[in-house]
């Protein structure tokens, strides 16, 4: 059975950190396309950050460029999300995303308040 598992996820202050991971199973995750998406109350779900299958490209929403890391172990078949400088606006639940182009397979999320 396919999982996509995402951990890490909790309270912390403005300016604080946290290292968000997605534990995948049950299909060839190296050849997946990985994403990290996130969903604030009243907002429509976004792309934050996308890494190839290899590692060698990513992408980055504009809100969290230079903040935000993402990165993959394939030996490990996870995909984390370093946040970084965090801010009251990135408070939301955040969604792990797998594709391959004919089937996309997702995460069911992990809370992320940034709050004082």
């Known amino acids: 059975q396919v999982q996509l598992v995402e951990s890490g996820g909790g309270l912390v202050q403005p300016g604080g950190s946290l290292r968000l991971s997605c534990a995948a199973s049950?299909?060839?995750?190296?050849?997946?396309?990985m994403s990290w998406y996130r969903q604030a109350p009243g907002k429509e779900r976004e792309l934050v950050a996308v890494?190839?299958?290899?590692?060698?490209?990513?992408n980055y929403a504009d809100s969290v460029k230079g903040r935000f890391t993402i990165s993959r172990d394939n030996a490990k078949n996870t995909v984390y999300l370093q946040m970084n400088s965090l801010k009251p606006e990135d408070t939301a639940v955040y969604y792990c995303?797998?594709?391959?182009?004919?089937?996309?397979?997702w995460g069911q999320g992990t809370q992320v308040t940034v709050s004082s």
């Open positions: 049950g299909f060839m995750f190296s050849w997946y396309t």
């Open positions: 995303k797998a594709d391959r182009g004919r089937v996309d397979y």
């Open positions: 890494i190839s299958s290899v590692g060698g490209s990513t």
